[in-house]
């Protein structure tokens, strides 16, 4: 942390109806209605991102959308722009993450392209980093992650990269219940701090935000979020529910106020 202002984000993912969703950005909002020391997202479908990022503007509760198009608009069935996503309300976006890459083919050009995009249009942007369990166990994970961070990193300028929050999530421990120990997740951290200070300058990277993601829940919280380089969680499973997304959110707001 280290002065940093932790983030405690839940990513959603293609789970809960507008109904659902509705609900649970209000019982979320409500808990962290009184927390001051640490910010809190969401990041609901883009279905429900219109009600949500209008109904919860003015609470604290800051809110992303899970993915944008690079271009501004035109025939590109079934995807979403940044302007679209703007009029709603919403100002950040999430961008790059493992499942994008994985299942939907998202390479390091595609993300790098639509960081640029997403950052250089005002938008604060949550890029996500990992390592697969085969590239772990071969040993190549610091390879993979430099290579991941600094193909967004080329081209930002000094404004844009002051939005950015990279999000370190290795494969092999998003929603496997396998968590990184905070060895390993802070040992990457610093890893990707030295990157963002090796090519923006040591200002950026002791500003930049790192986010730990990956079957973070209420037991492991308080282990990761005590980390030197974490300032934060991205959490998949464990935000779909109030009661342990919020609880996560104490946590952090408990250790932001030591
Ligand atoms: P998980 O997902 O917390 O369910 O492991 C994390 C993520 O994919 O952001």
């Given amino acids: 942390m280290m002065g940093r202002r932790l983030l405690i984000a839940g990513n959603w993912k293609m789970n809960l109806d507008l109904y659902e969703s509705y609900q649970l950005a209000k019982a979320v909002a409500e808990g962290v209605e009184s927390f001051k020391n640490i910010d809190v997202l969401i990041s609901p479908a883009f279905i429900s991102l219109g009600v949500v990022g209008q109904k919860f503007k003015d609470s604290n509760l800051l809110i992303a959308a899970q993915n944008c198009h690079y271009e501004d608009s035109g025939a590109y069935t079934g995807e979403i722009s940044l302007d679209m996503i703007r009029s709603t309300g919403v100002d950040w976006v999430i961008i790059g993450h493992s499942e994008r890459r994985a299942i939907f083919g998202e390479t390091d ?30 040993g190549e994970q610091e390879k993979v992650v430099k290579t991941q961070v600094e193909a967004f990193l080329q081209n930002l300028s000094e404004n844009e990269l002051k939005n950015l929050v990279i999000a370190y999530e290795p494969v092999w421990a998003i929603g496997t219940g396998k968590v990184a120990s905070p060895e ?17 300058g040591e ?56």
């Fill in 109 to 138: 050009e595609i993300v790098a392209k639509k960081v640029k995009h997403a950052l250089s249009n005002g938008f604060h942007v949550i890029g996500c980093v990992g390592e697969s369990l085969e590239q772990r166990e071969n």
């Fill in 184 to 200: 390993q997740a802070e040992e990457m951290h610093k890893q990707i701090r030295n990157i963002v200070n090796g090519n923006a």
């Fill in 203 to 258: 200002e950026a990277g002791e500003s930049i935000l790192i986010l730990y993601g990956g079957s973070v829940s209420l037991t492991n919280a308080e282990e990761l979020l005590g980390q030197q380089d974490i300032d934060g969680a991205l959490i998949g499973g464990a935000s779909l529910k109030q009661e342990s997304f919020n609880g996560i959110a104490a946590i952090a707001e408990d250790i932001s106020k030591e």
